[in-house]
């Protein structure tokens, strides 16, 4: 006879128990859901959006004779160089503003910034180059190398908070615009001693670490891809990028963007 | 029909398998309990060792922790996901802060959902495979089938009878799971945490974590949802035991190709982005849980209600083959 009530208790308990669990199983199953779905979608927002990275028109150049174009025997430049690459319809919803200046330090880049001269371009930014750095390095000319090593770091140190106070400037006035700083390359070639190529890439290592701070950032890594070809690279002047090497840094910033 | 129902529940409980089940049980949340709480003296001795003091000031650390996330929520250029993320972290941590409970603390309640995660998809289908197992391949060898087929009774009773009296045990066996491992690891880290709050709906994709979904609950609720689901796992277990044990004669037989296809099907996973089909096999789509804990691998087509629809099908699938296969058999040889 106890058999029997212990079979009738577990049974019923095991029917209630059935219930809750069955319940309790759909709940899950519809937070689970939910989460699939919300995942889902998000993908392919995530997608949807990496390829509509550019929604503005403008390409917007700033800072110093190489944003200029200084040296490019047809006169493009990097932002003309670099719309050429495109093909007809993304050519004709871009245009370019182009506030470099040569000679340009930092500096002068974050002041022309803001003064707000740039402020409407920024707005409609597809993106946003920066060269800048060329000038503050080669302005410090000192005749020890005490003196020289002492006036670097104090070129350094201004050149990187006049880079991020002029990058914070853009970021408040356009947050997903991308920016595209250029790394400086050696325009010396075997003419520089160890140490100056030492300070060279100490520049560009800080300067990159500053530049990744913020989002939405890329370095244009120039020494490396004009290293041993500066005969062709350079202009007459041996010192500015020539045409061709104008094209190489417009189809560099075209890889880094993506298509 | 009840009485044949009763009858298969008096087997069950003759053959002495719900004490195996529940020492089995016992031993192994005995020892990952034990073992948690091991982890956490090690851990908090070396956290005491490094802050030096010997006081282990996780108040500091965690009002700390408030302190920065609030400065990352306040940036401009964190994107809204990213915020919710941190709001969702900052009141859990004010939870605990508020009640004076470390948040690593241990808690009953934390860790049979833990369990429940880590056990559904071998530990839980071993313990329905003994119960289930032998429930037609045992009156084979037991040479009891011709006497159970003498009577005068259509075989489909037979085999319903059987199947619902392993739903029964099934449920039972979820609950004492759920229940022992509670009781046990109440036991050992003497603190339930039922009233934490939990968040679920979260999920963690490409490093960052999308609070889209979120729905809080007390971690009492969330033990309920967990075992639901393991409850709902075994049964499908439970259907596919029952099969194979209708299919062999053999309960050895029966026991081994159940636990290969369980052990195989792990390795499947490693193929589930390349080799479609592998999404659609059951052993794949046990574990239910991940999707409310949100730690699982996107696969592309793998959500809660692919696994749910798949295991389903399995399940029906699996007792449609018993009962035609049981039907038709000839019982004499």
Not at chain 1, 229 to 257: K, N, T
Not at chain 2, 293 to 306: E, I
Request: net charge negative; proline share 2%.
């Amino acid at each position: 006879m106890e058999r029997r009530l212990l079979i009738l208790i577990l049974s019923v308990t095991a029917l209630g128990l059935s219930l809750v669990f069955g319940v309790g199983f759909f709940q899950a199953l519809q937070i689970g859901s939910n989460t699939s779905k919300r995942e889902q979608m998000v993908r392919e927002a995530g997608s949807a959006v990496a390829t509509d990275e550019r929604s503005g028109t403008v390409i917007v150049t700033l800072g110093d004779s190489i944003g200029a174009g200084v040296g490019d025997e047809a006169g493009l430049g990097i932002d003309e160089r670099y719309l050429s690459l495109l093909d007809q319809a993304e050519r004709s919803a871009l245009s370019s503003e182009n506030f470099a200046v040569s000679g340009a330090e930092t500096s002068d880049m974050r002041t022309t910034l803001q003064s707000g001269a740039v402020d409407l371009a920024l707005k409609d930014a597809a993106f946003i180059l920066i060269s800048i750095g060329g000038n503050n390095l080669n302005r410090i000319n000192e005749t020890s190398a005490a003196l020289e090593m002492a006036a670097y770091d104090e070129a350094l140190k201004a050149h990187r908070e006049n880079l991020a106070a002029s990058l914070t400037y853009i970021r408040e006035r356009n947050p997903l615009a991308h920016i595209l700083v250029l790394g400086l390359y050696n325009p010396y070639g075997n003419r520089r001693d160890d140490q100056a190529l030492r300070l060279l890439h100490r520049w560009n290592y800080e300067t990159r670490e500053t530049v990744t701070a913020f989002e939405g950032t890329n370095m244009v890594p120039l020494y490396d891809i004009y290293e041993g070809h500066l005969d062709r690279l350079l202009s007459i002047d041996r010192f500015h990028p020539s045409g061709e090497g104008y094209q190489v840094i417009a189809e560099g910033i075209d890889g880094i963007l993506g298509r | 029909m009840i009485k044949l129902v009763q009858n298969e529940l008096l087997k069950i409980l003759y053959s002495r398998k719900l004490p195996l089940i529940i020492g089995l049980l016992v031993v192994f949340i005995g020892l990952f309990a034990y073992g948690e709480q091991y982890t956490y003296n090690v851990s908090v001795q070396r956290i005491e060792a490094i802050t030096g003091d010997g006081t282990f000031s996780w108040e500091a650390l965690a009002e700390q922790e408030i302190k920065d996330m609030r400065r990352y929520m306040n940036s401009p250029y964190r994107s809204e996901e990213g915020k919710a993320a941190y709001a969702v972290e900052i009141q859990q941590l004010t939870y605990f802060l508020e009640r004076g409970i470390n948040p690593i603390t241990p808690g009953a309640a934390k860790f049979s959902t833990t369990f429940a995660d880590q056990g559904l998809y071998l530990l839980f289908p071993l313990l329905i495979i003994i119960l289930g197992a032998d429930m037609v391949s045992g009156e084979f060898s037991g040479r009891t089938i011709k006497v159970l087929m003498t009577r005068a009774v259509p075989r489909w009773r037979i085999l319903m009878a059987k199947i619902l009296s392993l739903w029964l045990m099934t449920t039972l066996v979820v609950a004492v799971t759920a229940l022992l491992s509670l009781i046990i690891s109440g036991l050992f880290f003497g603190r339930w945490g039922f009233d934490e709050p939990v968040m679920t709906g979260l999920s963690f994709m490409g490093g960052g974590v999308d609070t889209g979904a979120v729905v809080q609950l007390s971690r009492l609720s969330y033990v309920v949802l967990t075992y639901a689901l393991v409850w709902f796992v075994c049964l499908v277990i439970g259907a596919v035991t029952f099969m194979v044990s209708v299919l062999v004669k053999s309960t050895p037989a029966a026991i081994g190709i159940i636990m290969a296809t369980l052990i195989g099907g792990q390795f499947l996973q490693f193929f589930l982005d390349e080799w479609v089909l592998v999404k659609y096999f059951f052993v794949t789509n046990l574990n239910l849980t991940q999707y409310l804990t949100g730690d699982y691998r996107a696969v592309d087509g793998l959500s809660m209600g692919f696994s749910v629809a798949v295991l389903a099908l399995w399940g029906f699938f699996s007792l449609f083959v018993a009962f035609l296969v049981f039907n038709r058999r000839d019982i004499l040889a």
